[in-house]
């Protein structure tokens, strides 16, 4: 199964704990992920820095570990009604011992599933004003 943007249903919040992991980032308001059911990951955009609008805050469930990452988005207005979203990879909170050996040894294929995640997350929104989107990586 690919990856599906959806509005978080009430059960997944209480499966996945995601109220005790919305007390890390004050401010938080995520009501929409991009899950991967079958293989049990998921993205959501938590917030984003006041200073630089740009750079979010993102929580990772990969591998049975939740990872916070930054990352830093820019929109494009493209011809014939298409987006573009350019992100770059800005960092990530030290994650406990286990998570990050787990992240070290399969870096490639965290990487990987992340960018797969932000493709099915556009930019953002659910119901996109655009005929295609185009995501585009520096990392």
Same mark, same amino acid.
Do not use: C
């Given at each position: 199964?690919? @990856? *599906?943007?959806?509005? $978080?249903?009430?059960?997944?919040?209480?499966? @996945?704990?995601?109220?005790?992991?919305?007390?890390?980032?004050?401010?938080?308001?995520? =009501?929409?992920? *991009? $899950?991967?059911? &079958?293989?049990? $990951?998921?993205?959501? /955009?938590?917030? /984003?820095?006041? &200073?630089?609008?740009?750079?979010?805050? @993102?929580? /990772?469930?990969?591998?049975?570990?939740? !990872? +916070?990452?930054?990352?830093? =988005? %820019?929109?494009?207005?493209?011809?014939?009604?298409?987006?573009?979203? =350019?992100?770059?990879?800005?960092?990530?909170?030290?994650? %406990?011992?286990?998570?990050?050996? &787990?992240? %070290?040894?399969?870096?490639?294929?965290?990487?990987?599933?992340?960018?797969?995640?932000?493709?099915?997350?556009?930019?953002? +929104?659910?119901?996109?004003? !655009?005929?295609?989107? $185009?995501?585009?990586?520096?990392?």
């Amino acid at each position: 199964m690919a @990856f *599906v943007y959806e509005r $978080i249903p009430e059960a997944d919040i209480v499966a @996945f704990d995601l109220r005790e992991i919305d007390k890390q980032f004050p401010m938080a308001t995520a =009501s929409r992920w *991009v $899950i991967d059911r &079958e293989r049990n $990951i998921y993205l959501r /955009y938590m917030t /984003y820095d006041r &200073e630089q609008p740009s750079h979010k805050n @993102f929580s /990772y469930f990969w591998n049975g570990n939740l !990872y +916070s990452l930054r990352l830093r =988005s %820019e929109g494009h207005d493209l011809p014939d009604n298409k987006w573009k979203t =350019s992100w770059s990879w800005l960092g990530m909170r030290e994650p %406990e011992a286990d998570a990050k050996a &787990e992240f %070290e040894a399969n870096r490639t294929a965290f990487m990987a599933d992340l960018k797969d995640a932000l493709r099915a997350y556009r930019d953002g +929104s659910l119901s996109p004003a !655009y005929s295609a989107h $185009i995501a585009e990586f520096d990392f």
